[in-house]
């Protein structure tokens, strides 16, 4: 019954997936700062020896930048989560994995785990109603629908 009067939280719902696109979409984009295309180039040339390394470089700085004020304004919101998502499963087997889940020094695999949890309820759940995608009605598509039996187990309790 601790919950029992939750009116007041109900209330700031709305702003839930604001927040949790804002923390994404600065984290991207601050993550973005840290390379510039041609230092991300002679990173994937010189430790995996990957085709096209300034290409790759100029995708992932562009996909930081503008995926993450995407993400964060929520416009082509659910569209822009796959290729960052992707991005990241790739940073995390490449070179996070070696480095563990949180070292006791910089980096491993605890921000992009809570990245890709973020992106994926991002997904799933659309941007929410504080977005320029449901603004311009591009998220009617996948707005959420009333399930009578979420409906008769609510009315239970």
């Known amino acids: 019954m601790f919950f029992a009067h939750s009116a007041p939280l109900q209330r700031l719902e709305p702003f839930v997936p604001l927040l949790m696109r ?3 979409g600065a984290t991207l984009i601050s993550h973005g700062f840290q390379f510039a295309p041609a230092k991300f180039a002679a990173i994937v040339e010189g430790a995996w020896g990957l ?6 470089g100029w995708y992932v ?9 995407f993400i964060a304004l929520g416009l082509l919101t659910r569209l ?19 480095r563990g889940f949180a070292p006791a020094e910089s980096g491993g695999m605890q921000v992009p785990v809570l ?8 997904l799933v759940t659309g941007p929410g ?5 449901r603004l311009l009605g591009w998220d009617g598509g996948w707005a959420r629908k009333s399930n009578p039996d979420s409906q008769r187990v609510a009315s239970m309790s």
């Open 80 to 98: 822009v989560t796959i290729p960052v998502v992707v991005h990241i499963f790739l940073a995390i087997f490449m070179v996070e994995i070696i």
């Open 61 to 69: 700085t562009l996909l930081m930048f503008v995926g993450g004020s």
């Open 115 to 122: 990245l890709i949890a973020g992106l994926f309820v991002l």
């Open 22 to 24: 804002l923390a994404i």
């Open 51 to 56: 085709p096209f390394p300034l290409l790759i």
């Open 129 to 133: 109603s504080v977005s320029v995608d």
